[in-house]
């Protein structure tokens, strides 16, 4: 985790200086940043979907559940590392127009485990 705060720093320095210099390349750099910052982190995200993965496996929990799950958690990071990366660039209406449709594809995601509890809900009725 040092080593990521290391690097973030060291983007917030160049970047600091690279817009005095040349705004031009400001934003192309910020997206830069902001994917290097997010490969470093790539690791920590795998290791938890494997501890998840071996929880389900242990537990006999329906793994379609877990893939939507996934899918969902992926549709918030995204989403808000693209409007966090918008607003950075000061267009925090077109941020807030991301995180809306985010927000929408998330609940549209979440369809078939709301659809499990509804029928959950059924059966002990």
């Known amino acids: ?5 290391a690097c973030a720093i060291v983007c917030v320095f160049i970047l600091t ?4 210099i040349n705004s031009e390349f400001f934003s192309v750099a910020v997206l830069g940043a902001g994917v290097i910052i997010t ?3 790539i690791d920590y995200l795998t ?7 071996k929880i389900i496996d242990s ?3 329906n793994a379609k559940y877990f893939s939507v799950i996934l899918k969902i958690t992926g549709i918030a990071y ?11 660039l000061g267009l925090k209406s077109i941020s807030d127009k991301l995180v809306f449709v ?12 709301i659809y499990a509890v509804f029928n959950l809900f059924s059966e002990l009725l």
């Open 17 to 20: 200086y690279l817009k005095t």
């Open 1 to 5: 985790m040092i080593k990521i705060v």
């Open 39 to 41: 490969a470093l982190g």
């Open 47 to 53: 290791e938890t979907v494997e501890f998840i993965q």
């Open 102 to 113: 985010g927000k929408t594809a998330i609940f549209v995601a979440s369809m078939p485990i």
């Open 78 to 88: 995204v989403v808000e590392f693209g409007a966090g990366i918008i607003e950075d």
């Open 59 to 61: 537990s006999g929990i």
